[in-house]
């Protein structure tokens, strides 16, 4: 019987040493390494899958000039950036890698607590889905060896929680959420845990008190668009609506966070990692639009994930009272900003800098404050829509 299991480990260790001959391993760093669908780009990047933690072991089988082409598992692949790499001088590959216990808790009134073990840092993809609400998870690379998962009374979101092995090496879970709505959540490992922070509704539905953030498209060295008879600068212009805005929800009472408060150039990862830290409830980036069409105009929002669309068709249903033409309400936009899951985001392109006619309004400190108030108007019925 020993001389057995000693062949079974010799194999297995085998067949690990010649994966490593293989293969090569490496870890995710910097900041916000992204898993992309392909190689295709547009302005905003190629189509992202999603944005993963650093420290994340990765398999790659093969690669272009700038980017690694992963294994994730024996059927997925997905391409990451060379540059958010590197090696692992101390990894020691296991034949095969094990969920481990789970956990749901709550956590005072802020978030409930997803707690996946595993035995190494993998890759994931997460997602929202609606009608009914819940959030999917894919772990890959994986097999299921969860005998329990416990799940505390205190929870307030977090439904109920559940798990199926789809494929030989990768596992999907399925969390289902209480509410219609959803408020957002963070993925990140914590050693080799993966948890899953899920925001609970606001204990309040009033602005007042609410902690919102605005984003002043562009900035510093990144002017944007230009006005196509005056050649105002996109830029300045997007930092005078989010003023007007900020101005107006400081009054109504609300906390208010700004990604730019002057001419200040900031990269976008930097505007996500900022909001993360930051906490706010609901986020609005604000843009103005460009087409090298004239006689396109109208104004327009934008959102990433189809749990945040609510907000963002809230907002654009006020913006319309303004007289102006629709250009649309954009889902699956791929916009740094709007990839964030912490929270209700929306981008409104306020108008277009190349059409004349909204050129004329967008120069107008008047239109600064109208806008302000949809935008404004647009929260608030998003809220009172949701409240219970």
Same mark, same amino acid.
């Given at each position: 019987? @020993?001389? $057995?299991?000693?062949?079974? /480990?010799?194999?297995?260790?085998?067949?690990?040493?010649? %994966?490593?001959?293989?293969?090569?391993?490496?870890?995710?760093?910097?900041?916000? =390494?992204?898993?992309?669908?392909?190689?295709?780009?547009? @302005?905003?990047?190629?189509?992202?899958?999603?944005?993963i933690d650093t420290n994340i072991l990765v398999k790659v089988v093969d690669s272009t000039a700038k980017n690694y082409i992963i294994q994730l598992a024996k059927n997925r692949t997905a391409f990451l950036e060379k540059s958010y790499t590197k090696i692992d001088t101390a990894l020691k590959l296991k034949p095969y890698y094990l969920t481990n216990s789970w956990s749901v808790k709550g956590v005072e009134d802020s978030f409930d607590l997803v707690s996946i073990s595993m035995d190494e840092r993998l890759p994931y993809k997460i997602w929202m889905e609606t009608n009914p609400t819940k959030i999917m998870l894919e772990l890959y690379g994986v097999?299921?060896?969860?005998?329990?998962?416990?799940?505390?009374?205190?929870?307030?979101?977090?439904?109920?929680?559940?798990?199926?092995?789809?494929?030989?090496?990768?596992?999907?879970?399925?969390?289902?959420? #209480? *509410?219609?709505?959803?408020?957002?959540?963070?993925?990140?490992?914590? !050693?080799?845990?993966? +948890?899953?922070?899920?925001? *609970?509704?606001?204990?309040?539905?009033?602005?007042?008190?609410?902690?919102?953030?605005?984003?002043?498209?562009?900035?510093?060295?990144? #002017?944007?668009?230009?006005?196509? +008879?005056?050649?105002?600068?996109?830029?300045?212009?997007? /930092?005078?609506?989010?003023?007007?805005?900020?101005?107006?929800? $400081?009054?109504?009472?609300?906390?208010?966070?700004?990604?730019?408060?002057?001419?200040?150039?900031?990269?976008?990862?930097? @505007?996500?990692?900022?909001?993360?830290?930051?906490? =706010?409830?609901?986020?609005?980036?604000?843009?103005?639009?460009?087409?090298?069409?004239?006689?396109?105009?109208?104004?327009?929002?934008?959102?990433? *994930?189809?749990?945040?669309?609510?907000?963002?068709?809230?907002?654009?249903?006020?913006?319309?009272?303004?007289? /102006?033409?629709?250009?649309?309400?954009?889902?699956?936009?791929?916009? #740094? =900003?709007? %990839?964030? +899951?912490?929270?209700? !985001?929306?981008?409104?392109?306020?108008?277009? /800098?190349?059409?004349?006619?909204?050129?004329?309004?967008?120069?107008?400190?008047?239109? *600064?404050?109208?806008?302000?108030?949809?935008?404004?108007?647009?929260?608030?019925?998003?809220?009172?829509?949701?409240?219970?």
């Open positions: 019987m @020993r001389n $057995i299991a000693c062949i079974i /480990l010799f194999t297995c260790l085998c067949i690990v040493s010649a %994966a490593q001959e293989k293969y090569r391993y490496l870890r995710t760093t910097g900041k916000l =390494p992204m898993m992309a669908y392909g190689l295709g780009e547009d @302005r905003l990047g190629g189509a992202k899958m999603n944005y097999q299921s060896n969860t005998n329990w998962i416990t799940q505390l009374q205190n929870v307030k979101e977090v439904k109920n929680i559940y798990f199926n092995q789809i494929e030989d090496d990768v596992i999907q879970v399925t969390i289902d959420l #209480t *509410h219609q709505q959803h408020w957002g959540y963070t993925a990140a490992y914590k !050693n080799k845990t993966l +948890t899953i922070k899920v925001q *609970h509704p606001p204990t309040s539905f009033s602005i007042s008190n609410m902690v919102i953030a605005i984003d002043a498209g562009h900035g510093g060295t990144n #002017t944007g668009a230009s006005g196509i +008879t005056t050649k105002i600068r996109e830029k300045e212009y997007t /930092l005078l609506f989010a003023k007007a805005l900020e101005k107006l929800l $400081i009054k109504k009472g609300a906390t208010v966070i700004m990604t730019r408060s002057s001419d200040t150039t900031i990269d976008n990862k930097d @505007r996500v990692l900022f909001l993360q830290e930051q906490k =706010p409830r609901l986020f609005i980036s604000i843009h103005l639009n460009s087409s090298s069409k004239k006689e396109v105009q109208g104004v327009s929002t934008y959102y990433k *994930h189809v749990g945040f669309r609510p907000l963002s068709v809230s907002i654009l249903q006020k913006m319309l009272e303004l007289e /102006l033409n629709e250009f649309g309400n954009v889902g699956n936009f791929n916009f #740094t =900003p709007n %990839a964030i +899951t912490d929270f209700p !985001n929306c981008l409104v392109e306020v108008a277009f /800098l190349s059409n004349e006619e909204d050129e004329k309004k967008i120069l107008d400190p008047k239109f *600064h404050k109208k806008v302000a108030e949809k935008i404004y108007s647009g929260i608030k019925d998003f809220l009172k829509e949701n409240k219970d």
